[in-house]
């Protein structure tokens, strides 16, 4: 019978003859599903790929000591080497040593140049010098000794007294001022080779004896040394360049009892030879003094 509404359907029947149910109300607004692997695989990606995407969780790393990193290591300050400094040190203590050894040796090679030869017997120093100079003596002609002349203040007399000093080589040289020619401007002048003397001073011409005995030996012009003294005037034979005729660089070396003489040039204050003192001396020796009478 009509009740004036449109028709309904029938439900279709099962085979078996019973009716299928209806379908749920939600299950007819879904969009029908299909039994497709490759639909399935692109939904899976699709639902992984959202879960990468996703925010990672935030953790308060601040209540946790647990979860803060580790502190990093502070870096490794330079090590400084002791080796510069124990280098340094040594260096110089090497130094240290090595110019006290030079030192001693030095002395030690001195005194062995003093006193290394044979003993020269007198008593104390004529001039009172201390000991780095050899001692010298002062004989008479006779060849006694004389012990109280060949200072400055009581020097030697000129020709009359011989003045020694023993050598390293263990031999004694003798020196003995033989003549004093005091005004020699003329003889001097007479090599023109010569230079004149100086404006305010005039030449002197010294004869020296020199004598070696004993063993080794001794070279006059580089071991003896000859100057004149006055108030005012100091000069000294190396200090001239003046030819002599005999002068005393061409006598050779001395051995065991040789004797030569030469002619040694000297200057002089004008008017100071009242005050003229010959000082001599060997190379090691102490200076002794001579004057005229």
Do not use: K
């Not at 695989?41 to 790393?61: F, K, L, N, Y």
């Amino acid at each position: 019978m009509s009740d004036g509404s449109s028709p309904q359907p029938l439900p279709a029947l099962a085979p078996d003859g019973a009716a299928d149910p209806a379908p749920a109300p939600w299950a007819l607004l879904a969009p029908a599903q299909r039994d497709d692997p490759q639909t399935d695989t692109a939904h899976a990606d699709i639902t992984q790929a959202d879960t990468v995407q996703a925010e990672p969780a935030r953790v308060d790393t601040w209540s946790d000591p647990s979860l803060l990193p580790p502190p990093s290591a502070p870096p490794e300050r330079a090590r400084s080497s002791a080796l510069p400094i124990v280098a340094i040190v040594l260096s110089s203590l090497a130094l240290a040593v090595s110019g006290l050894v030079l030192v001693l040796v030095l002395v030690l090679g001195g005194l062995a140049y003093i006193y290394g030869g044979a003993p020269y017997v007198m008593s104390d120093p004529v001039g009172g010098y201390s000991s780095m100079y050899t001692p010298g003596r002062v004989t008479h002609a006779s060849g006694a000794v004389v012990t109280d002349v060949g200072t400055y203040d009581r020097p030697a007399t000129l020709g009359e007294h011989t003045l020694s000093w023993p050598t390293v080589s263990g031999g004694v040289v003798e020196v003995t001022v033989t003549d004093v020619d005091w005004d020699a401007d003329a003889a001097v002048a007479a090599d023109p080779a010569n230079p004149p003397p100086d404006p305010s001073a005039g030449y002197v011409l010294a004869t020296v004896d020199v004598a070696y005995t004993g063993p080794g030996g001794m070279v006059p012009t580089e071991d003896l040394y000859l100057c004149l003294e006055s108030m005012s005037w100091a000069s000294c034979r190396m200090d001239l360049d003046v030819a002599t005729a005999a002068p005393l660089r061409d006598i050779g070396a001395l051995t065991d009892g040789d004797r030569a003489t030469a002619i040694v040039a000297l200057e002089l204050a004008e008017g100071e030879r009242g005050s003229a003192l010959f000082s001599v001396e060997t190379i090691d020796g102490e200076p002794l003094y001579l004057a005229e009478r």
